[in-house]
Every structure is written in C-alpha cells, then in structure tokens.
C-alpha cells in the first residue's frame, strides 16, 4: 500500500471511530512498573486512549501517529481532560525516536518489525518497552486479517532479546480458549 493510501485509510478510521480506542491490557496491568513523572513516548498513538491513560497517572507523554486525523482527536481529548500530552503528526517508520530519549515506550497493536532495534535504542538505560498485539495463533478472527500484521510464536521475545524480560504473556490456544487473554502478546522489557 503505497503511503498516501495507508494515510487516507487511518484518517478514516478514525474518523468513523466513536471512541478514543481501548487502554492496553499491558498498560493497565503493568502501569505500577513505570516511575512516576518519567518520560513516555506513546509510539503509533492513533486516537490516543493509551497517552490519556499514562497522562492522567503524571507521566510525562509524547505521543505520535501518522494520522493527523487521530492526533487532532487526542488533542481535543486531553484539552477536555486538563491533561498535557506532547503530540506530533509523526511517520514513526521513516522517522523513528532518538536514541536514549525516553524512560517508556508503549507499543499498541502496531507491528513494523524494522523498528525493534531503533525502539530499543531509544530506551533510556532502566527504561522500560510496554508493547501489545495480535498474534497469529488466535481463537477469533479479531485484528488484522495480514500475517504481516501478526507475531509469530514468541516473536516479541526475539524482536527484543536484547531487553531484559519483566513481563511476557501469549496463552496461544492452551487449555480452555473460551477463558484467559487470547489473541495476542504482551511484553514488558527493561534496558539494563
């Protein structure tokens, strides 16, 4: 998809979105991890759910997407909110963040595997990566219909060896599917 079409495709999307999206499973479980006031980078923010949730517990938030569409949306919400949330309509692929610039980076349901090393460097050193989404081993046709778009069995583990593992779970199709977190990964992974 070439890139004007991608952008025409996320600024409808989330023009037609009713709500701001969903904080991440990874997020609200694992927010207690993050040191107060630190510096957070919202990676991929689309309509900005995951930024208002880190602004409204005292992080410090930069959020950035591709979409201007989704950006104006979070702005009008944090503005709403009383909160202070740093954003840029940003192409994070041709223009990922510097290395050594933020304390957290959160990653939603988005996957571009070029990126891990350049979201890795850009961990300050005890700065910690919160990264969430589907996986192709799933029990509802939920996410992405592409591969492309999908981990592999572990992958996340891989993508960041060179992290030190705080927090994995992908449940895959073990046990009972009908109960438990199913259809996608979470890591959170610390630079040492």
């Avoid at 979105?17 to 991929?44: F, I, K, W, Y």
């Avoid at 900005?48 to 517990?57: C, D, Q, R, V, W």
């Avoid at 692929?93 to 979201?119: G, H, M, N, T, Y």
């Avoid at 989404?133 to 219909?145: F, H, K, Q």
């Amino acid at each position: 998809m070439k890139d004007d079409e991608l952008l025409t495709k996320w600024n409808s999307r989330h023009a037609e979105a009713e709500s701001l999206g969903r904080v991440a499973t990874v997020l609200e479980q694992n927010m207690h991890l993050a040191t107060p006031g630190c510096r957070a980078l919202d990676l991929a923010c689309g309509r900005g759910a995951n930024a208002l949730f880190m602004a409204a517990s005292g992080l410090q938030v930069t959020a950035w997407d591709l979409s201007p569409v989704a950006i104006g949306r979070l702005e009008r919400a944090a503005g709403d909110q009383g909160l202070v949330i740093s954003t840029a309509v940003r192409d994070v692929i041709a223009l990922p963040p510097e290395p050594r610039s933020f304390d957290l980076i959160l990653v939603s349901f988005f996957l571009e595997r070029s990126l891990a090393p350049a979201i890795a460097a850009a961990l300050k050193p005890g700065g910690l990566l919160f990264y969430q989404t589907y996986s192709r081993v799933a029990v509802s046709d939920e996410g992405p219909t592409s591969e492309q778009f999908r981990l592999d069995d572990n992958e996340l583990l891989g993508l960041f060896s060179g992290l030190k593992v705080r927090v994995y779970r992908e449940e895959r199709l073990l046990g009972d599917t009908r109960r438990g977190w199913r259809n996608m990964a979470m890591l959170v992974a610390q630079r040492v």
